[in-house]
């Protein structure tokens, strides 16, 4: 996951996230436009035309199921993995409403949670991920000596 950070809505070369608004801006406009994301995408300041497009193929496209996945999607899905490998639109075909990226985000959610059953860890983390452990290591740390200090005063 990127981390986005926190922007005003004034500012167009900050990168924030969609909002429900957005999306049915995007429906709006692709109607409007038929499509024409050059043109979309001049009513979403700090957004191109290609970020409009994902966004709409993945997630504002009405015809996209967003329920979590059935027992029989999930066994199509492992099925044509297996055939197609990682070529995902591929593997999202036969799916009725479901988006290459959710084959994706499906196979992916699940080597992360195995990983973690099996005991492996990611070694690989981001800066802020790493930031954030290392934090939580040093309250950890702290708070031991602040406890060691705190039975120092009571012995003496």
Not at 11 to 17: E, G
Not at 117 to 124: D, E, I, L, Q, T
Request: charge should be positive; include cysteine.
């Amino acid at each position: 996951m990127t981390y986005i950070k926190k922007s005003s809505v004034n500012d167009p070369k900050q990168r924030r996230r969609w909002s429900k608004k957005d999306d049915e801006l995007l429906r709006f406009y692709y109607k409007k436009y038929n499509g024409s994301w050059s043109k979309i995408a001049r009513h979403f300041p700090g957004r191109d035309n290609r970020a409009c497009y994902d966004r709409w193929h993945n997630h504002a496209k009405p015809n996209i199921n967003k329920k979590p996945l059935e027992k029989w999607e999930k066994e199509k899905l492992k099925e044509n993995h297996k055939r197609y490998g990682n070529k995902w639109t591929l593997v999202a075909e036969g799916l009725e409403g479901r988006t290459p990226l959710q084959a994706k985000n499906f196979f992916n959610a699940g080597k992360k949670t195995s990983s973690m059953k099996s005991g492996k860890r990611n070694s690989v983390r981001s800066p802020l991920q790493a930031k954030n452990i290392f934090n939580a290591e040093e309250r950890k740390s702290s708070a031991r000596i602040k406890k060691q200090m705190a039975l120092a005063r009571i012995m003496n």
